[in-house]
């Protein structure tokens, strides 16, 4: 059951009647952003695709910007893209890894109720002839 519709009260006597009417909105809490899963484990050969993944929550939902290597990273939206989906999963898409992508992936969830910093866990990125490391 829930609170939210339309109420309308009426008032009737002898010489009349009169009505009015309202509707009730009913909207989820607002709450800070908030991881609940890790970005998950990324392992790429160079050229191939990768996807670093995690969960979060937040009300409204939270926005994502991420740092590589601690500077802003702007995904271009044709070889990497950033997504957020409805469900809070959130992540970054390489569609062709390059050895320039090595580093430190951090995200960073942020919507006006505050801001919430996914520190990254070391994770290794392997290229053909060299070896790198990528933290994601």
Request: glycine share 8%.
């Given at each position: 059951?829930?609170?939210?519709?339309?109420f309308?009260a009426?008032g009737v006597?002898?010489?009349?009647e009169?009505?009015?009417?309202?509707?009730?909105?009913?909207?989820?809490p607002?709450?800070?952003?908030?991881f609940?899963?890790?970005l998950?484990?990324?392992k790429?050969v160079?050229?191939?695709?990768?996807?670093?993944?995690?969960k979060?929550?937040?009300?409204?939902?939270p926005?994502?910007?991420?740092?590589?290597?601690?500077v802003?990273?702007?995904?271009?939206?044709d070889?990497?893209?950033?997504?957020?989906?409805d469900?809070?999963?959130?992540?970054?898409?390489f569609e062709?890894?390059?050895?320039?992508?090595?580093?430190?992936?951090t995200?960073?969830?942020?919507?006006?109720?505050?801001?919430?910093?996914?520190e990254?866990?070391?994770k290794?990125l392997?290229?053909?002839l060299?070896?790198?490391?990528l933290?994601?």
């Open positions: 059951m829930t609170d939210a519709g339309v309308t009426k006597n002898e010489v009349g009169a009505q009015t009417s309202c509707t009730v909105q009913v909207s989820k607002m709450e800070e952003p908030k609940t899963s890790l998950r484990s990324a790429a160079e050229g191939s695709p990768i996807k670093l993944e995690g979060m929550v937040g009300h409204p939902m926005d994502i910007k991420w740092l590589k290597n601690e802003e990273l702007i995904p271009d939206g070889r990497v893209k950033s997504f957020v989906n469900d809070g999963t959130f992540g970054l898409i062709s890894t390059s050895p320039n992508d090595k580093g430190v992936y995200a960073i969830a942020f919507s006006e109720e505050g801001t919430a910093r996914l990254p866990e070391p290794f392997t290229f053909p060299m070896y790198t490391s933290y994601v």
